[in-house]
């Protein structure tokens, strides 16, 4: 089956992207729009992969403590626009612990240079190369999952396999 780590959103973080896509349909930009349940953000492509829960096993090792993601501009790979988000070191390093947990198992996943976005539409077609403002928008990461991308008549469809939570450290921890 085909594998990916991703966060996965909550709804109103979700709202602000539908609005930008919105935003983008307004400005008469076509192209094939992601349906708002498969907004995410990817940390580590697996691709085809047959044991799920060596995957999890090794996902399940993984430590971090809850931290906030901030919608920050847009951008594109060619014809394929993304929201971005704004850069931080616990988002790096929890994509570095989730590559580091794959790679300790051995398993494969695309070592690529990660650039954090979330994908708003694909093959973009437009005149005029859109304006798009970001929406003030955060939320807090307390989890990362495992999902399953499966091709149908529908398009793609991505399925949660299995998370891991963070862990809930105390907000202020008194050092003796
Ligand atoms: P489709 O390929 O049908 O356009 P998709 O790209 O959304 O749909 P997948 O190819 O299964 O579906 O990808 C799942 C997730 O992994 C997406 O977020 C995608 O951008 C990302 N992804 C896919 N291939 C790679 C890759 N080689 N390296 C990094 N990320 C990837
Ligand atoms: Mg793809």
């Given at each position: 089956?085909?594998?990916?780590?991703?966060?996965?959103?909550?709804?109103?973080?979700?709202?602000?992207?539908t609005s930008m896509q919105d935003d983008l349909r307004?400005?008469?930009?076509?192209?094939?729009?992601?349906?708002?349940?498969?907004?995410?953000?990817?940390?580590a492509f697996i691709g085809e992969y047959p044991d799920?829960?060596?995957?999890?096993?090794?996902?399940?090792?993984?430590?971090?403590?809850?931290?906030?993601?901030?919608?920050?501009?847009?951008?594109?790979?060619?014809?394929?626009?993304?929201?971005?988000?704004?850069?931080?070191?616990?988002?790096?390093?929890?994509?570095?612990?989730?590559?580091?947990?794959?790679?300790?198992?051995?398993?494969?996943?695309?070592?690529?240079?990660?650039?954090?976005?979330?994908?708003?539409?694909?093959?973009?077609?437009?005149?005029?190369?859109?304006?798009?403002?970001?929406?003030?928008?955060?939320?807090?990461?307390?989890?990362?999952?495992?999902?399953?991308?499966?091709?149908?008549?529908?398009?793609?469809?991505?399925?949660?396999?299995?998370?891991?939570?963070?862990t809930n450290k105390p907000a202020l921890e008194i050092?003796?």
């Amino acid at each position: 089956m085909r594998l990916f780590i991703a966060i996965n959103l909550d709804d109103n973080f979700k709202s602000a992207l539908t609005s930008m896509q919105d935003d983008l349909r307004s400005q008469h930009v076509g192209g094939n729009y992601s349906p708002i349940e498969n907004l995410h953000i990817t940390l580590a492509f697996i691709g085809e992969y047959p044991d799920p829960d060596d995957v999890m096993d090794a996902l399940a090792g993984i430590d971090f403590e809850p931290f906030d993601i901030t919608l920050d501009g847009f951008g594109n790979f060619g014809d394929l626009f993304w929201a971005g988000l704004a850069k931080t070191e616990v988002l790096s390093s929890l994509v570095k612990k989730s590559r580091h947990a794959l790679a300790d198992a051995g398993i494969p996943y695309d070592r690529k240079k990660f650039t954090p976005h979330i994908t708003l539409l694909r093959k973009a077609r437009y005149n005029k190369f859109p304006e798009l403002k970001t929406r003030q928008t955060s939320m807090k990461v307390t989890s990362v999952s495992l999902m399953r991308s499966d091709f149908g008549k529908g398009g793609v469809r991505y399925t949660e396999v299995g998370y891991a939570k963070s862990t809930n450290k105390p907000a202020l921890e008194i050092k003796k």
